[in-house]
């Protein structure tokens, strides 16, 4: 015992019922344990005997053993969780032989185990209604997390850190039954910036008198963003590209460039953008804004069936569409006149694997029109969300405009609930924001984005205080209705797909994520940037909030290799990727054969200035074998499917079924089918 005693450098006391848990350690490591007897004397407490626990027994020592192992330890420590009691025995007991002793705060739950591990306010846990150390606090955790048995990984190192600032496990605990804690949810929080930008009076810009009045009616100065473009040509005729976040006025800035070359007779404005939504409400907004100077049409996927009650007007000065509105129109020879400016808004689209080639193919015949045409056209690309801006300004020939602003500060918040808590979650998110009122004045308002339109109405049926569903299969009456109820702050909250993440303009405060998959693909970074970008609006809100609502263990279809909560973490941590328009044989053959369609033998021209990059031998090899060309002219078997943006895998299907003498019906249902698998 002398020797090993020597070799202590504490000696650890902690009350184990009537007797006194011994615990000797050298360098952090624990030489050995036991349990000290006491007896009462006339001199006061005194050991009886040491039991020294020895693998599954106990090696009884002499009372005389343990004086000595007290005497040689470097020294003494008393667990403070000891009761005053025996804390007070266990300090007379050693005064009787001279020996002094630090009363400290300790785990219980090392003490339990026979292990000496202090901890401060800085390090100590609260676990119910006691302080543990990290090392059994992170321990506890991974057991109710075992017993879970649903979060791993990004999820379960989220859970460690919180509980390390928080320094109380059952507020984490708490977390995996939907608990909104927001010191507690709180992930991050994305600052409010301002570059230095000095603002371009409007009296200063020199436009044709019609837009000239109208923005000094509205605005003295430019949004930093809008000067930042106006310094850099963007009334001059400069191609551009704007990227700048949600809310920042970007959209302006082709506005002020389409308007004065309309007025000042220099050709016609195209506004594109990807959903038929956004282009509905952008017409509505020119037409109230501008139509008292100038025709303004619509041109969308439906124009291709009928004219959308007469509004498409070819000759407008401004016509408002979608890309496959405006493509079906090239697709189909119809004339759009002298075209002076090109707007495409949310141009990051060209990163999208369905239909990123469409826009890239739409750009570059569009470009054909115009050069075919002899105008002189300025092309203005707008986007909130793009990791290689300086790459996709040169591949686009523009000049890039990038303004790293973020109007209002967004806090990004995480919790933890499976699909049927998540809707009690969304009630409570919604009340909360609806009942607080911004400095500004304003209710706070939610979107939610879900992963289906099915999903959709359910939640919204859901919630206590008044909502909307809001997706593209709504009519263009019922969406405008929800539009202006949100507008008027009638509505708690829209429950949407991804028709909202492109930017149709609703003022929430908040954005809450009840899937982070479109359909059964998980949201890029991209995706889910632009998406949460629509919380917060400087002119309505103080700051924006973003709730991730994670399922663990979660996959919305069985070809989904990661779980939601791996995804969840991926997203907040993630770096932009780039807008990259990628082409498989499908892709290259569709766009060459639209390009073939438009320009004839100058179709190799519209492949090689594509963003991305065409295969064009190979795919014109296709197109011959298909039977879709003759030559470098289209077959009326291509034409009808170039016609009706038919991918070949598609037309033959199509083409089966016809010759098969098929129900049209029955085609189009096993197609749609084919689809959703």
Not at 140 to 157: H, P, V
Request: hydrophobic share 35%; with cysteine.
């Amino acid at each position: 015992m002398s020797k090993q005693a020597a070799k202590v450098e504490t000696l650890f006391l902690h009350e184990h019922g009537e007797d006194v848990r011994v615990v000797a350690q050298r360098d952090g490591g624990r030489l050995f344990r036991g349990v000290l007897e006491l007896k009462e004397t006339d001199a006061g407490p005194r050991p009886r005997r040491l039991r020294i626990e020895d693998g599954s027994g106990e090696q009884l020592r002499s009372p005389d053993q343990f004086v000595e192992l007290a005497r040689r330890a470097t020294r003494i420590r008393i667990s403070q969780q000891t009761g005053a009691i025996a804390r007070e025995r266990i300090t007379e007991m050693l005064d009787g032989y001279q020996l002094s002793a630090k009363v400290v705060r300790t785990c219980r739950f090392c003490a339990s185990a026979g292990r000496y591990s202090p901890i401060t306010s800085e390090t100590a846990i609260e676990a119910d209604g006691e302080s543990i150390c990290p090392d059994c606090a992170s321990q506890e955790l991974d057991r109710q997390l075992a017993f879970d048995g649903s979060i791993t990984g990004d999820a379960r190192e989220r859970l460690e850190e919180l509980l390390l600032e928080v320094q109380d496990l059952d507020r984490i605990t708490n977390l995996l039954s939907g608990q909104l804690d927001p010191d507690l949810t709180k992930f991050d929080e994305i600052s409010a910036t301002t570059d230095e930008v000095d603002p371009v009076p409007v009296d200063s810009l020199g436009l044709h008198p019609g837009i000239q009045q109208h923005l000094e009616s509205r605005f003295d100065t430019l949004l930093p963003v809008q000067s930042l473009a106006v310094e850099h040509g963007a009334t001059d005729g400069e191609d551009q590209l704007v990227v700048s976040a949600t809310a920042t006025g970007k959209t302006l800035v082709g506005e002020m460039a389409g308007l004065d070359r309309v007025l000042n007779g220099q050709g016609k404005m195209l506004f594109l953008v990807p959903l038929v939504a956004l282009a509905n409400q952008k017409y509505d907004d020119f037409q109230d804004r501008y139509g008292d100077m100038v025709d303004v049409s619509l041109r969308v996927g439906a124009s291709r069936i009928a004219d959308e009650g007469g509004r498409f007007d070819p000759g407008a000065d401004i016509i408002v569409g979608t890309y496959e509105g405006i493509d079906h129109a090239l697709r189909t020879g119809k004339d759009l006149g002298n075209v002076g400016t090109v707007v495409i808004d949310e141009v990051h689209t060209l990163g999208e694997d369905e239909r990123g080639h469409r826009l890239d193919g739409l750009i570059s015949r569009l470009k054909y029109y115009c050069e075919e045409a002899a105008t002189d056209t300025q092309w203005i690309y707008l986007s909130a969300t793009v990791g290689n801006p300086g790459q996709l300004a040169e591949k686009l020939r523009a000049k890039l405009i990038e303004f790293e602003e973020r109007p209002v500060p967004i806090e990004r918040h995480v919790t933890f609930a499976d699909g049927r808590e998540k809707i009690e979650t969304e009630k409570k998110l919604v009340k909360r924001a609806f009942d607080t009122k911004s400095s500004k004045g304003y209710r706070g308002q939610t979107i939610i984005f879900t992963n289906s339109r099915r999903r959709c109405h359910q939640i919204s049926r859901k919630l206590n205080y008044s909502s909307a569903p809001y997706h593209a299969g709504l009519d263009n009456r019922k969406r405008k209705r929800v539009e202006r109820q949100f507008a008027d702050q009638e509505l708690a909250a829209v429950v949407t797909t991804a028709a909202l993440a492109a930017g149709v303009d609703f003022p929430a405060s908040q954005v809450i994520f009840d899937s982070l998959a479109m359909g059964i693909e998980w949201l890029t970074v991209q995706e889910f940037s632009q998406m949460l970008g629509r919380a917060g609006r400087p002119d309505y809100h103080d700051k924006g909030t973003v709730y991730v609502l994670v399922e663990p263990d979660c996959t919305y279809h069985n070809s989904m290799e990661m779980t939601e909560d791996e995804v969840a973490f991926k997203l907040l941590k993630g770096e932009m990727e780039p807008v990259v328009t990628r082409y498989d044989e499908g892709a290259a053959v569709e766009e060459t054969l639209a390009n073939v369609t438009v320009a004839g033998t100058a179709a190799k021209r519209l492949n090689d200035r594509m963003v991305g990059e065409v295969p064009t031998k190979h795919a014109v090899g296709k197109l011959l074998e298909y039977d879709f060309i003759d030559g470098l002219e289209p077959t009326p078997l291509g034409r009808a499917v170039t016609r009706h943006f038919l991918a070949p895998d598609e037309s033959f299907q199509l083409l089966d079924g016809i010759r098969k003498g098929r129900d049209p019906y029955d085609i189009v249902a096993e197609m749609e089918l084919r689809d959703e698998h």
